[in-house]
Every structure is written in structure tokens, then in C-alpha cells.
């Protein structure tokens, strides 16, 4: 067993934590952190994102990361551990990555090209270089490949030496571009005092609700991520200090980046008097290139160090997404690591193609290839994190609070001081935390869940429409479709896999050793099977 975790799983604590950061640390940390701050009362936002970050977030990144740790298998084969009815979040939670490739990958395909681009004109690209597919195309496949070649490398030798090198880099990137634009000069202040001054009146219920979500997003939770990372790790790494140190970096790389961008961009206002408009993709990809372009040779290279850092961002989050239907794929269908990560990269790129297609469309203002009334980037987007992706997360906080220890007595059912003893007896320590973790992780963090869940789904079904809010056949689409995904996933669930071997990490190392094999005998997971795989000849 020692030998087989050396294998397959993360080598040490320092790069499982890199490699959770890598995956947490991604565009929304970049981009839609500063805007959505920016736009929701600064300070006050950053204040309740916090908040949600230490009493949702990173609950459900340990319960998360423990599931996983647990049952040392993919996500199906861990929910399934926690309760043989719940193996259907695992399904789900490996649907929602699959998803978010498709569209990511579109976007970091936007940053390669504009990280390369940056001692040319990065300018006033966005509208042509969106409109070539061709194009598009050409760099979502360099930006997919480079993701792919590291997940080929496996956990321990691809993803962990990767996330090792990278996210150092990163950082250092990023503090070197704070230091150089708070060092502007004019328009600093007023850029800084536009990203915190703390205004509450304008956080309101919708921006408590939208840093919420936030929190979840950038965490990475809710998607399998975590439990499918968490997989790799042996009781030696500590579940609760590494949750703190991966949301740590995660939230110190967001305020960084607005420390970055906001003073940029009102230097620029200050200096030309032109406004830029800050908001969505506009920001990343046409405001900030526009400021850099002003800045003269040293300009360009910020671009490149800008850019060079956010296709790391993006990339070591898309890498965390492959991982989990990777892992999924190897383990229940025997299918080798390199197999399996080719026929995810290739589905998921076929499948970003009309996403690719359909954003090229938006930006050029046409009204083209949408679904229930967005661009298919949206259109995902909203489906996967605003609808599915709380549900995930919540389900991850029942089964552990509810079902993982279960047991006949009703009291002990209801009793957080029970669970937490069990957590403790299965080696999951907290500390003073332990039993302040057990009782948000049953009562607290699920209903917060809820509230976003609900709140998220009321908000697209009943959009504010010029300060009043009205009914949305297409958001009713939207939340139609998410809820389908889900059913589909839970019939799926229960049809194909409730009574079948959904696999666990020990497979892969026994494939390899075999050179492929076939899939074991139907029966529940074994978490640690003692089952010969008989050895087979490559198919
Ligand atoms: N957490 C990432 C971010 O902040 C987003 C992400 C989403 C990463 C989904 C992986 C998977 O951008």
C-alpha cells in the first residue's frame, strides 16, 4: 500500500497544497474577483468573501478533501463510500468538470494568444481574433495540450512537479506587477480607493450572496476537485492546515490581482481621460491590454509577465478539471492514464469548438449560436457554477455530516459531538476546530448552500430587469436544463453503477503493472481491493 501511494499519489504536503492552489487559483481569482469587488461595494465585499471563505469554504474544502482522502478512490467510488445513495454526486461532481473544460479551455486559449501577442498589438484584437475560429481553435489546442501533457504525466510526475514550478512563478509574477503599478503614479490612489473603499450600501443582499458564490468558485469546490485530489493524499498531510493554506493562497492572490488592476487602469483614465470599461471579458482582454499598450517597452513586457501568469492560472486549474474525469475514466473502464486523458482532451475540445464559435459571435455583437438566450460560454457557465455546482457542494457537506458515520441511534444522528469523534477515531484532527468543523459541516455551511443555490436559481429565473425583476422563459431553460443534467446523473447513477465496482486509485498502479486489464468483477467498491487483476495484453 505504502508503495502504491509513492506511486500514484502527491509525494509530499507542499505539492499536494500546490496542486489544490493550482487548481483554486484560476481566472476568477484574476479577473472576476477584482470586478465583482470592485463593483460591489469594495471592502465590504472583500469583508464578506472572507467571511464565507472561513465558514463555508473551506468546511467544504476539508469534508472534500477527507471524502477523498478516505475512500482513496475517484469521486463516485468516494460519495459511494460515504452512502451507496450517494454515489451519484460522485457521477455529478465529475459531470460538472466536463462541463467547465469545454468553456475554460476557450478562455485560456484567449490568454496563450494574448500572453504570445504581447509584443505585438494586443490592443484592439478581441473582436477579430475572437471572430477567427480558425484562430481560436489553433490556440484552445496549444493551451489543451500543454494541460494534457501534465496530466499524462500523472499525479506524482505530471501534476505535482508542474504545480511545484508553477505556482512560485506565478506568484512572484504577480507581486512584481502589484509593486510596478501602485509605482504609477497618477490615478493610483483613486483606482485603489475604486477596488476597497468599503461601501456596504452597495454590497446589499445580491452582493453578500455574489461573494458567496465567489468563494465556492475559487476554491474549486463543488466539482470534484477537491475529492479527487484529495484521493491522493495519505494521512501523513494534515486535511485542516492544508485547507487553510490553499485558501490562504487562493484569497491573497485575488486581492492581489485587484491591487493590480484597478491602479493600472486609472492611471490610464488619469492620464488620457478615456474610461475603460471594467467589467467581465472586456477587462481581461481589451481594458488591460489597452493601459499596457500606453506604457511604452516596459508595457509589453508587463503584458507578457500579465498574461504569461494568467495562462498558468488557468492552466493548472484546467489541469485540476482533467484530473478528476481522468481519473474516473481509468479507474472504472481499466483504461490506461494516457488513453483516457486523450479521449477526455479530445471530447471536451470538440465539444469547446461551437462554444468557441458562439463567443466569437458575442463579441462581435451578433446574435448567433445561443442557447436559451447566451452565448454557449454563458450559457455553461451559468449552468455548471451557478446551478449545479452548489448542489455539489452541499451534497458533499451531507454526506459527510449525515451519512459518512451513520448510525441507528437518532440522537447520535443529530449530534455533532458524535461525528466528531468519529472523525477523530478515522484520523481526520482538528484540533479545537474538530468539533466547531462537525457542527458547521451538518447544520451551518448546507444551509448556506441552500441560500445560494436558491437565490442563485431565483436570479435567473427572475432577472432584475430595470430595478424591478421579471420572468425569464430563457432562464427557466437555463435552470431546466441544469436540473436535467442532474436527474440524468442521478438515474445514470443508479441504473449503471449503484451495484457495480466504480474503481479507486490503487486500479491505475495495477494497470500499469499489468499493462491493462480488465475490469474487475461487479461488486461495491472495495476501497482497497485484494482482487488479482489478471494481466492482459494491450488492447
Ligand atoms: N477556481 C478556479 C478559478 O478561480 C476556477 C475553476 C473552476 C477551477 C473550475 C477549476 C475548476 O478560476
Known sequence: MENTKKKNGFAGGIGFILAAAGSAVGLGNLWSFPYKTSQNGGAAFVFVYIFSVIVMGSIVMIAEIYLGRRAQANPVTAYKKAHKN???????????PFLIICYYSI???????YALNSFGDNVSILKPFSANIGEVILYTAIFMALALVVVMGGVQNGIEKASKVLMPILFIILVGIVIYCLCLGTGVSEGLNYYLNPDFSALGFKGVLAAMGQAF?????????MVSYGSYTGKKIKVGSSAMYIAIFDTLVALLAGLAIFPAIYHYQAE???????????????SLPTVFNTLGVIGKIVSFLFFGMVVIAALTSVISLLEVVTQFI?????????????????ITFLISVPIGISLGYALNGKNAMTLCGQNLLDFFDLVSNTVLMPVCALGSCVALGWFAFGSRSVKQNFSS?????????DGLKLGKFGIIFAFMVKYVSPLLIAV?????????????????RSFSANGLGIVLTAYAILFIAIAVYFIFLKNKYTGCNEDEHKLALAGGADEPDDELAPIEPDIKI???NKQ
Request: glycine share 14%.
Open 217 to 225: 468558485y475559487s476554491l474549486s469546490l463543488g466539482m470534484g476537485i
Open 107 to 113: 478562455l485560456g486559449g484567449y490568454t496563450v494568444k
Open 86 to 96: 450517494l454515489g451519484w454526486l460522485g457521477l455529478f461532481a465529475i459531470i460538472i
Open 534 to 536: 489478471p494481466p492482459k
Open 330 to 346: 481509468i479507474q472504472k473502464f481499466s483504461v490506461a492514464r494516457k488513453k483516457a486523458i486523450f479521449i477526455v482532451a479530445a
Open 417 to 425: 459531538n458524535y461525528l466528531y469523534g468519529r472523525l477523530e477515531d
Open 452 to 468: 445560494i443555490e436558491v437565490f442563485g436559481v431565483i436570479d435567473i429565473i427572475f432577472p432584475t430587469v430595470g430595478g424591478s
Open 272 to 286: 488620457t481621460g478615456i474610461i475603460l470599461k471594467d467589467n467581465g471579458i472586456m477587462l481581461l482582454f481589451a
